[in-house]
C-alpha cells in the first residue's frame, strides 16, 4: 500500500505513465524526469494522462514507482531517462537529484516498488 501525504494536481506537458518521476516543465506543467541531474518535483500516481490532462502528483509521502533497474531496499533513488526509478550513484565530485529512498527493493526494470518521496540531493 503507498501513503501518499501530499498530492498536487497539475497540467501534463506531455502523455505521462503511470508510476513515472516528474519534473517541472512550465508553470503549473509537469513532464517526465529524464536525468539524475533534473529537478525532481514527485510521482505520477496510478492515472496515465496523455497531453494537456491533469495529474495528481505525490510530493511527499510513500508512492509508488516504476523501477528502471534492480534497486536495493534504503538506496537513494533519481531517474533515468524514461522517469523510471534507478539507484544514485554519482561520481566523485558530480550532484545527482534524488526521489527519495526505496522502501521495498527491485529485482528488475519495470517492478513498481514503493518509493519514500524525500526530495533531495547527493554528492558523489
Known amino acids: ?20 518521476i516528474l519534473r517541472f516543465s512550465a508553470l503549473d506543467t509537469v513532464t517526465l524526469a529524464t536525468a539524475a541531474t533534473d529537478s525532481l518535483m514527485g510521482v505520477n500516481g496510478d492515472v496515465a494522462p496523455a497531453i494537456g490532462e491533469r495529474c495528481d502528483a505525490v510530493r511527499q509521502g510513500i508512492a509508488f514507482v516504476e523501477a528502471g533497474a534492480a ?43 514503493r518509493v519514500l518521496v524525500e526530495l533531495g540531493s547527493i554528492q558523489g
Open 71 to 113: 534497486i536495493a531496499q534504503g538506496a537513494a533513488v533519481t531517474s533515468d531517462a524514461t522517469g523510471r526509478a534507478v539507484t544514485a550513484a554519482p561520481a566523485a565530485g558530480v550532484n545527482n537529484r534524488i526521489l527519495g529512498f526505496a522502501d521495498e527493493a527491485a529485482t528488475a526494470a519495470g517492478d513498481v516498488i
Open 1 to 20: 500500500m503507498s501513503n501518499p501525504l501530499l498530492f498536487k494536481n497539475y497540467t501534463a506537458a506531455m502523455a505521462i505513465p503511470a508510476y513515472r
